[in-house]
């Protein structure tokens, strides 16, 4: 029998504590874990998937109970969403992804194609520096980038509070979630159309009451072809066996 617990602490933002709450009552046992170089791979209800996100200090990249993974159930591997180190919590995001159920509204689609369609001549923030972001900024008026690691044209997350109040579309990563600078953003943005896509999305209503309007995730399809994939340290967009789901407010 695996053991199971839920934890709970006011110094962790709040959307994190609902995302686990809505999942409580699912009962799964865990399968295999693959943590690669940059995607994180869960086997619990279903295949879940996320970001592996790492800091600087390479000496808070570790999961604790690495010799003991395959004894936790899922719902103890979802608490690791709680950790204060990145490299753990983005275990815990795929985790959550695992049992998250799929909602029967969902629709087979990529969410780059509701981003264009709302984008066009308006003004557009994306925080991450995502593939699209060359072709989003042929078609808006204004297009910020801000990324903390940066690329050409990008601008430091420091620098969102002087930009996001005028924008009228947010599109955000769903690693702002792990990271914990989710409802400080979003906080930014009072009045934008919010987009939230990648593979760490949780395709969970939930975030619509958080201000999202439009949330962009993955089902795997191919369990072994993505399994390879990530175990070679693909990129997402390298990924091969994997569905794009949207889902609305």
């Known amino acids: 029998m695996k053991k199971e617990y839920f934890l709970s602490s006011s110094k962790i933002n709040s959307i994190k504590h609902a995302l686990i709450q809505?999942?409580?009552?699912?009962?799964?046992?865990?399968?295999?874990?693959?943590?690669?170089?940059?995607?994180?791979?869960?086997?619990?209800?279903?295949?879940g998937m996320a970001s592996t996100l790492t800091e600087a200090d390479v000496h808070r990249?570790?999961?604790?109970?690495?010799?003991?993974?395959?004894t936790l159930s899922v719902h103890m591997l979802i608490q690791k969403l709680l950790s204060e180190r990145l490299f753990e919590a983005s275990l815990g995001m795929a985790a959550l992804n695992s049992v998250l159920p799929l909602p029967p509204a969902m629709q087979s689609a990529d969410a780059y194609a509701e981003i264009e369609s709302r984008s066009a001549g308006k003004k557009v923030a994306v925080v991450g520096h995502f593939p699209f972001v060359n072709r989003l900024q042929k078609i808006a008026e204004q297009c910020w980038v801000f990324e903390r690691r940066l690329?050409?044209?990008?601008?430091?997350s420091e620098e969102m509070p002087n930009y996001l109040p005028d924008v009228e579309v947010l599109v955000l990563t769903a690693q702002i979630i792990t990271n914990?600078?989710?409802?400080?953003i979003i906080s930014l943005a009072p009045h934008a159309y919010k987009i939230m896509l990648g593979p760490s999305t949780p395709m969970s209503?939930?975030?619509?009451?958080?201000?999202?309007?439009?949330i962009g995730g993955i089902r795997v399809q191919n369990a072994r072809q993505v399994y390879d994939y990530i175990a070679r340290g693909a990129h997402f967009k390298q990924l091969k066996g994997i569905e794009k789901i949207t889902l609305k407010r």
């Open 205 to 214: 209503p939930v975030l619509f009451d958080y201000g999202l309007d439009v």
């Open 151 to 156: 690329q050409d044209g990008d601008l430091p």
């Open 61 to 70: 990249n570790f999961i604790e109970e690495i010799a003991d993974l395959d």
């Open 22 to 47: 809505s999942v409580k009552g699912i009962e799964t046992d865990s399968g295999q874990i693959l943590v690669g170089a940059n995607l994180t791979l869960v086997q619990g209800a279903h295949w």
């Open 180 to 184: 914990n600078c989710f409802h400080h």
